[in-house]
């Protein structure tokens, strides 16, 4: 793997241990702290997320024209780390909801331009490795947020605000890590003879190829089927996991997620990707039939780890089958809209999830996740049967 492929994992490890150790909390400070109910969490992360997702396109398309990924990283990464401190201050749903939404802008300025990067600095035939080793490595960040997490409150007896001061400190060695250590190809910065274009015309969605938006669509309708991690958080505290505990969840799904994402990825660049697909989406009705059945906290934590299963499957995956497609000089406007469609998508998810889990119950949120996945299984299903009709 090239170096840069470590500098932009250990980044990512970083600020998700710092993202996870306030992630992990932030459903259950809501609730039981300052009193919100589940339906606003889930406009909270819906928002959150959506916000990240719009902003990738943005940020993609100028890092193409810019041809500098490095600033906007930089840029990204800055602005998720000043909102750290804004989450142990907060006294209301308000002030929590701004910081969600400040951090995600940090996230969809980074996140297009690195996915970008990613492509530009590996060779074609290892890069479902290197999305999965990046993949990985912003794992083992999620999985050491919600571990410190735990120490921590059994350390400061639950007091919620002080632990959530500790993720300031990652979220800045991450920035620096990618200050100091990160260093970007010359063919990025541009050169003298390629002119700038506009970061995005119609001219270039025309340009971008039917497998892409095929990729699009797909994601879009992976994303309505997986809503936010909070509500496996939310189900954990319900089921009735003690308040020091409860981050125990997203360190379950993590180890999975970390554990398996390097090989999926490696398996991405040899073996049929479809099958892979289906793999992953089948692990995520597996997980939801779980949760949605869980009567016990070791239930709740089974479907967590057949939820970071499934993660690990689909998200580098799909990245691989972005950067495919994409033409070289649209890999960073090809990510943003990826990413948009994807984002809204888990926007009207997270808001659907949180009504059905007021107005029904959580078992109903999980069935419908189900639900959904399956009609996804069955569509790819068909697809993959046409396309062998029209071969013959």
Known sequence: MPKGIWVLGLGSLFMDLSSELVHSLLPVFLVTTLGVSVLTVGLIEGMAEATAAITKVFSGALSDYLRKRKLLLILGYGLAALTKPIFPLASSAG?????????????????????????????????????????????????????????????????????????????????????????EPATIAGSASEPKRLPITIRDLKLLPKDFWWIVGLGAVFSLARFSEA???????GI???????????????VLYAAASFPAGAAAD?????????????????????????????????????????????????????????????????????????????????????????????????FTGAALATLVVIGLGYESLRNKTVSA
């Not at 959530?164 to 060695?173: D, E, G, S």
């Not at 009735?240 to 993590?254: D, F, Q, R, W």
Request: net charge positive; charged share 10%; glycine share 8%.
């Open 95 to 183: 002030w929590v909801f701004t910081a969600r939404f400040v951090d995600r802008i940090g996230k969809g300025i980074r996140g297009a331009p690195r996915d970008a990067l990613v492509s530009e600095i590996t060779p074609k035939a290892h890069l479902g490795a290197a999305f999965g080793l990046r993949q990985a490595l912003d794992s083992v960040g999620a999985l050491l947020g919600p571990l410190v997490a735990v120490i921590l409150m059994v350390v400061f007896v639950n007091d919620i605000r002080s632990v959530l001061w500790f993720a300031v400190i990652p979220a800045f060695i991450a920035v620096a890590i990618l200050v100091f250590f990160l260093k």
């Open 240 to 254: 009735g996991l003690e308040l020091a505990y409860v981050p125990v969840v997203m360190i379950v799904m993590n």
């Open 231 to 237: 509500f496996l958080v939310i189900r954990a505290q």
């Open 270 to 366: 040899r073996f049929d990707k479809r099958k892979l697909l289906l793999l992953g989406l089948l692990l995520l009705i597996a997980a939801d039939v779980v949760l949605a059945l869980a009567s016990t906290t070791n239930m709740v934590l089974i479907g967590a780890a057949i939820w970071g299963l499934h993660m690990a499957f689909t998200q580098g995956l799909l990245s691989k089958l972005v950067a495919d497609a994409a033409p070289q000089n649209l890999l960073g406007t090809a990510f943003g809209i990826f990413n948009l469609v994807s984002g809204i998508s888990l926007l009207f998810a997270s808001l659907i999830a949180g009504a059905m889990w007021t107005s029904i119950g959580a078992s109903a949120t999980f």
